[in-house]
């Protein structure tokens, strides 16, 4: 007697004349466009902010200070990484006096 388990799943056949598309790997790339200038925001943990404060019991000053610094952490490595490529556009005196 065969057993149940070890029976093979029924094999799916293709549809003749129904090949898959060819695509050429090794064709160049369209060229992108232009990189914008990037500007830092006037206040990276504002969405942080928004959320409130983290459902830790009695250590979300805490865990909101910390998360707070990582936050300015990585806006700060952003900064110093457009600058590194040419791409930092430091806001204008108006517009710092818009975000306060």
Known sequence: MSDPN?????QRRRRAGRRPR????WSLPPA????????????PTSLLRSLGPPPLGGHSTTAEHYVAAVIERAAGIAIALA??????SP???GEDEDQG
């Open 83 to 88: 600058a590194a490529a040419d791409l930092w």
């Open 22 to 25: 060819r695509v050429d790997l």
């Open 6 to 10: 070890n029976a093979r799943p029924p």
């Open 32 to 43: 992108l466009p232009a990189p914008e200038p990037i500007t830092g925001a006037g206040d």
């Open 91 to 93: 806001p204008s005196a």
